[in-house]
């Protein structure tokens, strides 16, 4: 009681007051149960003065529930020790869902602020739970024991990962060097979080104002539109104002042919946090690869790869480096090729001029265009955002079964949020979905997805997911928002993520859903793009703003351009995945005294070309130093090659809507979480390992 009250005199402090209305935990919305559809969460109730509250009493409801265990007065077996400590927690599941979802969705500096708080306090609780001798006693006691369990493979699963959770978090370690240990662990959270939020300030804070109309030169119709509109809510009418957001920047440097408005909102992007001001994050992840060495170091492990690969389906970080050497030298003289013909285009237009990294968008749409007789521009129109989600729909129905029905009953967070209600073939309810698609000053950057709830059974009922997508497009002023083909596959790929969540059929908690290992995530995501863009679903959803389907010698042109620029797009993954691994190869003693030259060190060892910087350089590479990715971006490459290969158990049987496939597809991945190994649940779907060559051939970079 003492600590709720310290903590929100604290919490008053920073937000202003806190009424006795919110201190009341009765009141609190988050600790309540939830009489909504479905158990959604009821947005509108929330306030942010009951966060804290919530998070330290469902703390102490889980500290409750770990005692509750340890008190057992029956000798420990998996059912009132590893089953019942996977179902505990429901309550700081239910409140983190909440915060974490609304800190990247629709944040804003008091909720930043509470997060700084809130990260150590469930950094410093992760700990006392996994380091707790007496539960990690009974732990030990069933996993020595286990050959009497007679266990299913769900179960044998689940004691494994639970085992390794603890031993991998400090369990085994004196007390000394646990100590050591929750220090680095509680320092590591805080720096993430301050990573994350200076890319955020530093991302929204730049505009690019153009004010001479003759600089809008070759951009599109649809961006200047979005770039007055833009400046308007400046208050600057009458001028464009041009953003890092994505669907800002990236047409903008494609198009522009003004190339020093081009070298400057390209240079404004790659630099982002690596000017020396207060969002520099340069000494945050100076200090981030030094307590992640140290946390390696205290567990016993050579360096904070090894680490992190050990529980991957590429469990060294010899395979991950042979992964990414063996693509590079095909990618990188691709991508050198290419660069050749750009340097001759912009030669014509600025004699003596040297290609640079703010031409290459430009000069490769110039050379497509030339070559093909393709403008992507030309596609656009056919793109139109609610096309290409319900064509995603009709996708996943066709493979699945499953179906999708908005629910106007349901409360969402913010206005242009859809809630869509799943059920399957049977009709069944199989969960709920927040479809959230515009960027917003409050939302951070990117795609994803992400849970609210996950899916599990409990005492013979099942609890269905709560999920959510989200992009950052951006919302036409005229209602009509159209994309491009490549963000086109961006919808199709987060939900591929939400029907491995939907589709998930397990027992526990932590074997469901996506709870699988973070090179093995990937495959359901990636793999489901591929639909996007077959003549057959084109013509599905492929339509213009009169109904027209996208012609069929459009969709030629699309399959003719193909691979082309396809050397420096895998080129710039291939880089992001080495830099990552590079920086995790550190040992403790290692000090970087320069991020910058680390970065250029690390890319020179792969030959890669000045004008082709990582996909994302250091100071902003949120995955890995803002999240849960560290050591894990090659998982987007790795799952590149499994999802190559496993769309082709598709092509081989001339059907990519083959039902006998995808009925394989659900039930040995889809349905199947982590309860069993990746490696040997994909074997048993396709019958072999996959190999890097289906994705080789088909980049067209070997025949």
Not at 47 to 76: G, M, R, S, V
Not at 106 to 124: D, F, R, W, Y
Not at 428 to 442: K, L, N
Not at 610 to 635: D, K, N
Request: include cysteine; proline fraction near 4%.
């Amino acid at each position: 009681m003492k600590k709720t009250i310290l903590a929100m005199l604290s919490l008053a402090i920073i937000l202003g007051s806190c009424s006795r209305k919110d201190s009341n935990l009765t009141d609190n919305p988050l600790i309540q149960d939830w009489n909504t559809p479905h158990g959604t969460v009821p947005f509108e109730k929330i306030k942010l003065t009951h966060y804290l509250p919530a998070f330290e009493e469902a703390i102490k409801q889980h500290n409750a529930e770990i005692d509750a265990i340890i008190d057992e007065k029956n000798a420990p077996n998996f059912e009132n020790t590893i089953a019942q400590f996977d179902y505990s927690g429901q309550l700081l599941s239910k409140v983190g869902g909440v915060f974490y979802n609304m800190t990247s969705a629709n944040t804003n500096p008091e909720l930043q602020t509470i997060e700084e708080k809130v990260g150590p306090m469930m950094a410093k609780h992760s700990d006392d739970v996994l380091m707790n001798a007496k539960l990690f006693a009974k732990v030990k006691q069933v996993w020595d024991n286990r050959a009497k369990e007679n266990l299913n493979q769900e179960q044998k699963m689940l004691l494994d990962k639970t085992y390794k959770k603890f031993v991998r978090a400090g369990a085994l370690l004196d007390s000394e060097k646990q100590a050591k240990l929750r220090k680095v662990n509680e320092e590591i959270t805080t720096l993430q979080s301050k990573f994350v939020s200076n890319l955020l300030k530093e991302t929204k804070s730049f505009k690019l104002v153009v004010d001479k109309k003759e600089d809008l030169k070759g951009l599109p119709e649809w961006l200047i539109e979005a770039a007055a509109n833009t400046a308007k809510e400046e208050k600057q009418n009458g001028k464009w104002i041009f953003t890092l957001d994505n669907p800002s920047v990236f047409p903008f440097i494609t198009y522009a042919e003004n190339r020093s408005l081009r070298e400057k909102i390209f240079k404004a992007r790659i630099n982002r946090n690596n000017n020396g001001n207060e969002f520099d994050n340069k000494n945050i992840i100076s200090k981030l690869v030094s307590l992640r060495a140290s946390k390696a170091e205290l567990l016993g492990y050579k360096t904070f790869a090894d680490y992190v690969l050990e529980d991957r389906m590429n469990k060294t970080p010899s395979q991950v480096y042979q992964l990414l050497e063996g693509l590079l030298k095909y990618s990188v003289p691709a991508a050198t090729k290419d660069a050749s013909e750009f340097q001759k285009l912009l030669a014509k237009d600025v004699p003596g001029a040297k290609l640079e990294a703010w031409d290459w968008f430009y000069y490769a749409e110039k050379v497509k265009q030339q070559k093909f007789n393709f403008n992507e521009e030309e596609t656009r129109p056919y793109f139109e955002i609610n096309n290409v989600r319900q064509g995603c729909f009709d996708v996943i129905t066709k493979l699945y079964g499953l179906t999708f029905t908005e629910r106007k009953d349901i409360p969402v967070y913010e206005k242009d949020v859809t809630v869509y209600e799943c059920k399957n073939e049977k009709n069944e309810h199989v969960g709920i979905m927040y479809f959230d698609p515009y960027t917003r000053a409050s939302k951070v950057g990117g795609a994803w997805c992400n849970g609210y709830r996950e899916q599990f059974v409990q005492k013979g009922k099942k609890v269905t997911p709560i999920i959510t997508v989200c992009f950052n497009y951006a919302k036409s002023a005229s209602g009509r928002t159209t994309l491009t083909a490549e963000e086109a596959s961006t919808i199709f790929h987060e939900m591929g993520h939400a029907i491995h969540s939907l589709l998930s059929n397990c027992v526990y908690p932590s074997t469901g859903g996506t709870s699988v290992p973070r090179d093995f995530v990937e495959l359901p995501s990636q793999i489901l793009e591929h639909w996007c863009t077959q003549p057959q679903v084109l013509r599905m959803y492929a339509k213009n703003e009169k109904g027209e389907v996208i012609p069929d010698a459009l969709i030629k042109k699309m399959e003719t351009v193909g691979n082309f620029n396809i050397g420096f797009s895998m080129t710039e993954r291939f880089a992001a995945a080495y830099l990552d691994m590079e920086f995790h190869m550190l040992k403790s003693t290692d000090k970087i005294a320069d991020i910058n030259a680390f970065e250029k060190k690390s890319m020179d060892k792969i030959g890669l070309l000045s004008q082709i910087p990582p996909r994302y350089r250091p100071t902003y590479f949120s995955h890995v130093f803002g999240g849960e990715y560290a050591v894990g971006y090659y998982s987007y490459v790795w799952s590149e090659v499994m999802d190559a290969d496993a769309f082709q158990a598709f092509v081989e049987t001339g059907d990519i809507f083959d039902k006998t496939t995808a009925d394989k597809f659900k039930n040995e991945i889809l349905s199947r979480g982590s309860t069993d190994d990746a490696m040997e649940m994909y074997k048993r779907f396709r019958g072999k390992a996959p190999s890097i060559d289906a994705v080789l051939k088909n980049s067209g970079m070997k025949k």
